[in-house]
């Protein structure tokens, strides 16, 4: 099953980069768009460091915690995505000038990578992977990366709808 | 601080910000920071900007005299 799912969803990725590289214009953001990433990068990284220092700390202090760091540095780094996504999307900086996203298209392809990634969690648990002592376990990744894209689409379908407005009322003022 | 000049001048030219803003190659929403005071182009931007609308630096971002005294004189929490 998971084979069946890896390949589908590298022949997506496939797709899309054969779509997009079928583009002649190349797609380019422009310098408040740049600038805006950049401090989206940079509020992410600096996140990351001091999450992983606090987690390391943690797991100085409760030695339990050492059977999970896989998954505990897998909440780190996918909280850090989403901030830097949620950055460029209330900064308007996340898609590229040229690049034309409707919300159905974002709808489907985060809702897709977030039902897919809870699916898997849902079969590892039903494979008989047990929640020892109700803390995370490896399996827990599937559901962490589902929760981000939920998180990403979330924001990306209150932006777009915030953004409609906006630009209705700054055109009539 | 709002830039009235650049909105006018847009507006007199009967252009909406996503025209002017495919004219210079930037986003929408650049168009409107700039116009709402949120962001500062740099000096690339505004010229491509003033090129889009045919007018002067001077007569798009610059400030009169007696305004910027008044901001100059301005407490920093003012601005």
Known sequence: ?173 | MKNLKLKSARAAMDMTQQDLADRVNVSRQTINSIEKGDYNPTIKLCIAICRALDKTLDELFWEDESKASDISSMPKSAL
Request: hydrophobic share 55%.
């Open chain 1, 1 to 173: 099953m998971f084979t069946v799912m890896m390949v589908a969803v590298l022949t997506l990725a496939m797709a899309v980069l054969l779509i997009y590289s079928a583009k002649k214009e190349k797609e380019t953001y422009d310098e408040r768009q740049v600038r805006a990433r950049g401090k989206a990068c940079q509020l992410a990284f600096s996140t990351l460091i001091i999450y992983i220092f606090a987690i390391m700390l943690l797991v100085e202090e409760y030695t339990l915690l050492k059977n999970y760091i896989g998954t505990l540095l897998m909440v780190g780094i996918a909280s850090s995505i989403c901030l830097f996504a949620s950055y460029c999307i209330w900064s308007d900086a996340y898609l590229a000038l040229k690049e034309e996203m409707t919300l159905a298209t974002a709808a489907f392809i985060f809702a897709c990578m977030g039902g897919l990634s809870v699916f898997l969690f849902i079969q590892a648990l039903r494979n008989g992977t047990p929640i020892e002592e109700l803390l995370l376990l490896e399996n827990c990744n599937f559901f962490i990366l589902g929760v981000s894209y939920l998180v990403m689409f979330i924001n990306i379908v209150l932006k777009t709808t915030l953004s409609q407005k906006e630009a209705e009322s700054s055109e009539e003022s």
